[in-house]
Nanobody
């Protein structure tokens, strides 16, 4: 059974940085395309960034492009999200997601993912 556990969230000032990590257990991560989503209070969960199985493809939401970087280390079964130049509007619960869809690609919608972590809170103060 696949389990995803996020870590690295916290409170940071505007302009600061955080690095989120997602550890997969139960299966080796190289079978999975991975993504990060976030949900702010009162809003729907939205796609943030994704990476394909082998790491060849990445994609980002327009709101984070140039500030966030997704990466993966299949040897360690981890996916990371480096977040720089954080803004108050980045405040949300961040979720890691995994899909074993056949094609190595970036998947950007919730329904395309079968496995989810419980989330980690990121708060950016003004």
């Amino acid at each position: 059974q696949v389990q995803l556990v996020e870590s690295g969230g916290g409170l940071v000032q505007t302009g600061g940085s955080l690095r989120l990590s997602c550890l997969m257990s139960g299966r080796t991560s190289h079978y999975y395309n991975m993504g990060w989503f976030r949900q702010a209070p009162g809003k729907e969960r939205e796609f943030v960034a994704g990476v394909s199985k082998g790491g060849d493809y990445t994609d980002y939401a327009a709101s984070v492009k140039g500030r966030f970087t997704i990466s993966r280390d299949n040897a360690k079964n981890t996916v990371s999200l480096q977040m720089n130049s954080l803004k108050p509007e980045d405040t949300a619960v961040y979720y890691c997601a995994a899909t074993d869809r056949y094609y190595a690609s970036v998947y950007t919608t919730e329904s395309q993912y079968e496995h989810w972590g419980r989330g980690t809170q990121v708060t950016v103060s003004a």
